[in-house]
């Protein structure tokens, strides 16, 4: 397999504008769950800056669990990360959906994101792998490791190896927290991929209180990097406002993440 740590030994290193994701240093992309408006993103970057973050998150499509749910500003929205990547130069990460988009997206992104419940929709898999931009594949909520490094071949197979895996919880009986961190996958993946791995502890957990103890864990296991949800009014985001950290909680996460990556 293309993406095994057998067929090559030595670590991917994924290059994005002179930033590594894989590499020496811990990297974090950080943002609000969706792109809201222009005010409030501006803010969130203004912040997200201020504590050293190169990469902003954002969904311009969003994949909601009911049809009635806020389901972003499409062309809008990713016209809006692209003014922040203008004025600031961070590098943009957004989900692609459908593969009918791919060609928008691929306008304003530097980094693909495939969520959750895409992980195995193999078309758009495929899709993403005829493309020459990094690709961030999340693991899908009920994968096993062994699905979700198959879905890191699909996109290898076509030619893209620019993949970067991220485990973002997993369905259990435990109903405390929206999803379950699995963090032995981290090693795990570590051991069987030569990919960049890097944790959600967000949409693990669902809890901004317990997001930046996650994040903490997922440095001290290996983890390349974390995707991280932050919004400057929590309690106003028009989605996943209970798990996203205020700037202030956000840059101590910062601080504890840097002194436990140069533990270890
Ligand atoms: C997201 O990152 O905004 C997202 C929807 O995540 P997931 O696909 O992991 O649920
Ligand atoms: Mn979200």
Redesign the pocket.
Known sequence: KLVSREFKEENTIVQVNGHQIGGDEIQVIAGP??VESREVLEEIAGELTAAGVHFLRG?AF?PRTSPYSFQGWGEKGLKLLAGVRERTGMMIVTELMDPRDTVLLCKYADIIQIGTRNMANFRLLTEVGNIDKPVILKRGMSATIKEFLMSAEYIAAQGNEKVILCERGIRTFETETRNTLDISAVPLLKNLTHLPVIVDP??AVGRADLVPAMARASVAAGADGLLV?VHVRPEEAL??GP?SLRPEAFAVMMEECRRVAVAI
């Open positions: 769950c969706a969904g969003k967000s949409h949800e989605s996943d798990q």
